[in-house]
């Protein structure tokens, strides 16, 4: 544990034992912070420290428009429920060791709300020992200063923080990073244009064993943005794993950028053994579609150590150019879930082993590798080139499936080379001309499209192009051909 972060949950615990020496609000005579009378010792100011808001009866305490101070050590639900509201361009500067919920009982509630109401602080536990909800509304602003790690959900499995940060002009800033559930839980929405970034290194969601966190980030103008993030991280306490969820959705934007190799600026879901990760674009699994967010990564994806799973259920387009890679090592594991929407990775292929899966209506396009493929949907093999795309396992096409390949001028035709077995239900190989000039010469021949290194069993499909009298599929041995007759082609598709 970090030297500066034990300090401040020994200074914490040493506070509970010594209440007398703190500052605490009372309210019993208004909302106003600004009134000594709410205090037990006076009207806090940056030499007080040991200031505590463990009561919202009769009054929750409320900077309004004002501008207040504390010292270290600043408590919201401390042993009990706390509620603090700034508003109006109210601002609030607190130094080191603050906490929302500090001790096991503790129940605070933060709500910064309206155009430049600000809270300054050092460093700060949301969730210490208690629960913690923090709402940031309507141009309101967090920046915490510290550069080390704040946590949700920090010192126990009870343990709880969650934040809302919405509207645009909306922002929360750390200068270091963010654990979301830490040893308990942490939850995360950013949406309606509101920004959240972070200038450390790696945040997380579910950090340790036995963790739970989920981010929720949607709406045009929405951010999240650092230089890597890790959804799913810590290992398995028992049979508990470490369990990260994101959502990205309606024209949000993840950007994970930054100095140095790209490798280094990732999406990793499920980064060490015994966790579990899932990342979903647009709707809930199995739920509706909705407009997907969008993502920056450097490094693309990485399915690492845990239990993986990517999630498209968007209704639209998206054409991504980063790779994905993984998983990595024994024990882990990785499924790309296209449920709904027409994704395509048309940029660097993709080298990854794990499943993936496309149902009826959902298209997915990708070079590189894939790992073993159920194809219920439509699978387009290197979309926009005219390429080789492995599959590492087993193909399953089924009877409404459709897997397109592309034509490319030089009588380069796409390859799908499978190293176990391809079976088919019928469906569909649709055939496409990728545009540009393809010259005189006749592009008459017979091309391999499919080879199965296990076999090819079931009803072969259909073949689907545009003159039908001009191309044949046929299964000689573990390989699909097509044979073009290019002499009875009318267009030569050039541009």
Sequence with gaps: MNHRLTMGL????LLAASGARANEWTGVESEDWFDSGNWSGGVPNAGINSVRINTDDPNPAVIDGGAAETGSSFSVGHTSRGELNILNSGSLVSGTSAAIGSQFAGDGRVRISGADSLWQVESISIGAFGSAEVEIEDGGRMHVLWGGVTSFGQSNANASGSITISGPGTRLDFEGRFWLGHSGSGEMTIKDGAQVTWAGATSTVAQAAGTMGEIL?????????????????????????????????????????????????????????????????????????????????DGGILFNGGVGTLVFNHSGALDLPFPIEGPVGASASGLIRAESGTTLFSGEPLDYSGDLSIDQGAVFGAGGQLGEVVNEGRLVASPGQSATLSIDGDYSHGDNAVLEVQFAPGAVLDRVEISGEASFSGGTINLSMLPGNYGNTPLDGVYPILTASGEISGDLPQLEVINPNAFVL??????????????????????
Excluded: C
Excluded at 220 to 242: F, Y
Excluded at 252 to 263: F, N, Q, R, Y
Excluded at 474 to 494: A, N, P
């Design 10 to 13: 020994a200074a914490a615990i």
């Design 217 to 297: 980030l949607t709406g045009p103008g929405s951010l999240l943005s650092g230089s890597r993030l890790h959804v799913g991280n810590g290992g398995a306490l028992g049979t508990a794993l470490a369990s990260g969820t994101m959502r990205l959705a309606d024209g949000a934007m993840l950007e994970i950028t930054g100095a140095g190799s790209p490798s280094n600026h990732r999406l990793v879901i499920a980064s060490n053994a015994g966790s579990a990760g899932e990342m979903v674009i647009g709707g809930p699994p199995g739920e509706g579609p909705e407009p997907p967010g969008q993502m920056v990564l």
């Design 474 to 495: 046929f299964r000689e041995g573990d390989t699909l051909y097509v044979e073009v007759f290019d002499q009875m082609m009318r267009d030569r598709f050039e541009e």
